[in-house]
């Protein structure tokens, strides 16, 4: 699975920046390294929705760091050896 955030002006004004970081923890938390490839990304086109995450290509919008992490841990429950494959509810 291969997470993008935008780290252009407007998400990085809502908070990209943190979301990141929570993302990074918890794949360090929970050993997801070889599962997730985590990426900051230019503007994803998305800009009033801020912040803007694409999961595989999939766009989700208005992602905090809360709503990071629990997806983050929803997959690892779900289903973690297979959490590259796993629909995406971020939101
Ligand atoms: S700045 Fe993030 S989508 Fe445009």
Redesign the pocket.
């Known amino acids: 699975m291969v997470i993008q955030v ?1 780290i ?5 004004l809502k908070g ?1 920046y943190e979301v990141i970081k929570t993302m990074q923890r918890v794949i360090e938390e929970e050993d997801l390294g070889t599962l997730i490839t985590l990426k900051s990304s230019f ?5 009033s929705d ?3 995450v694409k999961v595989d290509e999939a766009p989700v919008e208005s992602v905090t760091p809360e709503e990071a992490e629990a997806f983050l841990k929803l997959n690892l429950k779900s289903n973690s050896k297979s959490a590259a494959n796993t629909s995406h509810g971020l939101e």
């Open positions: 935008c252009g002006s407007a998400c990085h990209s503007c994803l086109g998305q800009c801020a912040v803007s």
